[in-house]
């Protein structure tokens, strides 16, 4: 008995070996070079978190839009609600044909649709992490964590559940380089990289904020949890020997964090940034190698060095 297979069937068995996939590619600079693709024949796009495809970026609606793949194996798009969608710069308003290489807007998300095949994806991917990594400490990117941080924030008050961002800044790093050289100070902040990734958890986030200065994101801890992550931080930095190229140094860091509890709409998350980042200061104040949590100035003065 022969069985014949529809175009649709085709088409969804060529994707499935691998030999070509639908996908959508992200263009807009918010998740730029993210390769998105087309798993079922019927896929929502949308803000929503239970969307096939979800997409927590300004102006998405929860179901901003539709993909079908028709029975011919061609992939078609439509708006839900009556949501904005914007098609090679003309507005899409019917069920409406895709095809390789359209241009797609969706709210502030820009998307190109092709058809790839796994050199393209590997390619993408690359350049993927080109664009969200840090050159150096291999650590996500400061463009990559200020999208990041919106969306954390925005979570968090969705869930009603808590947000901290700890800033941390090596001690006198300048001396470092001035006195061991740069190819040194690049050995410190590579190997501290690799000492902070086992400090926080598999969902946590860790950046390399610009010269020696890391932010972090961590979701869902109590303040208590917090504090002590970043005293922990500080303690082991202090005791960890940084051997190079026979310079063997210690060196302390400075922390200040802010921790919101996810329910005051009011705080934003420029204010967690700045917040943090004025808790780092309130620490080199203090007199380094210390953490200072959201306290007042006069509060972080009477802090001491960690011993």
């Not at 998300?109 to 796994?118: A, I, L």
């Not at 393209?120 to 150096?136: N, P, S, T, V």
């Not at 006198?172 to 100070?185: C, E, M, Q, S, W």
């Amino acid at each position: 008995m022969v069985f014949a297979l529809s175009d649709k069937e085709v088409f969804l068995l060529k994707s499935a070996v691998k030999e070509a996939f639908p996908c959508l590619i992200i263009t807009s600079e918010e998740g730029l070079g993210t390769v998105c693709r087309l798993t079922a024949p019927k896929m929502i796009i949308g803000s929503d978190e239970n969307a096939g495809l979800f997409l927590p970026m300004r102006g998405v609606d929860r179901h901003h839009a539709e993909l079908q793949l028709d029975d011919s194996g061609a992939w078609r798009i439509k708006s839900r609600r009556d949501n904005l969608i914007i098609q090679n710069g003309a507005l899409l308003t019917d069920l409406t044909l895709l095809e390789d290489g359209d241009r797609l807007e969706l709210g502030s998300v820009s998307f190109k649709f092709r058809y790839f095949d796994e050199e393209d994806e590997r390619y993408h991917a690359a350049l993927r992490q080109l664009a969200i990594r840090d050159g150096l400490t291999e650590l996500y990117s400061v463009r990559f964590f200020a999208d990041a941080l919106v969306k954390e924030h925005e979570y968090s008050f969705r869930k009603q559940s808590s947000l901290a961002l700890l800033f941390m800044d090596i001690d006198h790093f300048k001396l470092v380089n001035d006195r061991f050289g740069h190819a040194y100070g690049d050995f410190v902040l590579k190997e501290l990289a690799m000492l902070l990734t086992t400090k926080i958890r598999g969902y946590d986030l860790l950046a390399r904020y610009g010269g020696e200065e890391f932010v972090f994101l961590v979701r869902e801890e109590t303040e208590t949890a917090v504090q002590e992550l970043a005293q922990r931080i500080c303690k082991d930095v202090q005791n960890h020997v940084f051997n190079h190229a026979g310079i063997r140094a210690k060196l302390t860091v400075s922390i200040g964090y802010f921790w919101w509890d996810g329910k005051d709409r009011n705080t934003t998350s420029e204010d967690l940034l700045r917040l943090a980042d004025d808790n780092l200061y309130k620490a080199k104040d203090a007199g380094r190698n210390c953490v200072v949590p959201s306290y007042t100035l006069a509060e972080a003065e009477t802090l001491d060095p960690v011993s």
